[in-house]
Nanobody, 130 residues
Framework: QVQLVESGGGLVQPGGSLRLSCAAS????????IGWFRQAPGKEREGVSW????????YYEDSVKGRFTISRDNAKSTVYLQMNNLKPEDTAVYYC???????????????????????WGQGTQVTVSS
């Protein structure tokens, strides 16, 4: 059974940093994508960043490029999202998710939608406010 557990959210001032963690377990797939998504109040869930299981290649949504970095520690089965220079518009619940079939599409178009992910964590709140 796939299980994803996020942590690391909190309250931070504009310009500050946070690092989110996604601890994964129960995987039996060789090729997959782990992604970070976020959902602000009254808005649809949107993709933020993705990392491929095979070669570790990474992808980012335009608004976070240069500020967010996704990485992985295979020994710990954990994916991280380092978020720097945070802005109030980054405020949202952040989720990690796994896409089993999205690897090819991600490499072709650079993004995945929430509907292409099969497994989700419970989410962690990130609030950017002074």
């Amino acid at each position: 059974q796939v299980q994803l557990v996020e942590s690391g959210g909190g309250l931070v001032q504009p310009g500050g940093s946070l690092r989110l963690s996604c601890a994964a377990s129960g995987f039996k797939f060789n090729y997959y994508v782990i992604g970070w998504f976020r959902q602000a109040p009254g808005k649809e869930r949107e993709g933020v960043s993705w990392i491929c299981s095979d070669d570790g290649s990474t992808y980012y949504e335009d608004s976070v490029k240069g500020r967010f970095t996704i990485s992985r520690d295979n020994a710990k089965s954990t994916v991280y999202l380092q978020m720097n220079n945070l802005k109030p518009e980054d405020t949202a619940v952040y989720y990690c998710a796994v896409s089993v079939l999205g690897l090819v599409k991600l490499r072709r178009v650079g993004v995945l939608s929430p509907g292409e992910c099969s497994y989700w964590g419970q989410g962690t709140q990130v609030t950017v406010s002074s």
